[in-house]
T-cell receptor, first 112, second 112 residues
Framework: AQSVTQPDIHITVSEGASLELRCNYS??????LFWYVQSPGQGLQLLLK??????LVQGIKGFEAEFKRSQSSFNLRKPSVHWSDAAEYFC??????????FGAGTILRVKS | GAGVSQSPSNKVTEKGKDVELRCDPI?????LYWYRQSLGQGLEFLIY????????KSGLPSDRFSAERTGGSVSTLTIQRTQQEDSAVYLC??????????FGPGTRLLVL
């Protein structure tokens, strides 16, 4: 069965510092991987996705993620965090055109 | 273009009453999904519609939950005889074929 683990429930970083949010997945085939962001009281916004090809994918708002098959990981990174990045981040895995399985989420706090 | 819209944005109901939640997907998207987000359970898949195929209802938690999609567009999620544990945010998403799912803002349901 598919599963996603986000080991960090909360992360706090200083504004301007770099960020890495961890995601590990379990899936029997080549996964479709996603990162979503959710601001308080809002729906989920797609940051980036990996289907195939280049293992380093670029997304919106300056985010990127790297797919590492050997580690079953899809970590999200940003070189310099802005206060507006404070939100909850969800990693998800899905089959082709099918339901998504989400991790528990990581809440990002940004301190000035 | 317009994104996924959901109505109502908030719903307060009494235990035992029925509720209907509506989702308008992005025009042209053939797939539509319902998810539930609650404090204890995180983000859970409920049901998935793809074109004219039979829906995947594998995530519906009980027979009090049902959903339909009329004309391949608008969808309604119905919860009968609501219980307090049904309180959650109900999220709808749509996608083209194998592509990414785009989420609406959600309906916050509170069962008193």
């Amino acid at each position: 069965a598919q599963s996603v683990t986000q080991p960090d429930i909360h992360i706090t970083v200083s504004e301007g510092a770099s960020l890495e949010l961890r995601c590990n997945y379990s899936y029997g085939a080549t996964p479709y991987l996603f990162w979503y962001v959710q601001s308080p009281g809002q729906g989920l916004q797609l940051l980036l996705k990996y289907f195939s090809g280049d293992t380093l994918v670029q997304g919106i708002k300056g985010f990127e993620a790297e797919f590492k098959r050997s580690q079953s990981s899809f970590n999200l990174r940003k070189p310099s965090v802005h206060w507006s990045d404070a939100a909850e981040y969800f990693c998800a895995v899905g089959a082709r055109g099918n339901k998504l399985v989400f991790g528990a989420g990581t809440i990002l706090r940004v301190k000035s | 273009g317009a994104g996924v819209s959901q109505s109502p944005s908030n719903k307060v109901t009494e235990k035992g009453k029925d509720v209907e939640l509506r989702c308008d997907p992005i025009s042209g998207h053939t797939a539509l999904y319902w998810y539930r987000q609650s404090l204890g359970q995180g983000l859970e898949f409920l049901i998935y519609f793809q074109g004219n195929s039979a829906p995947d209802k594998s995530g519906l938690p009980s027979d009090r939950f049902s959903a339909e999609r009329t004309g391949g567009s608008v969808s309604t999620l119905t919860i009968q005889r609501t219980q307090q544990e049904d309180s959650a945010v109900y999220l709808c998403a749509s996608s083209e074929d194998i592509n990414s799912q785009y989420f609406g803002p959600g309906t916050r349901l509170l069962v008193l």
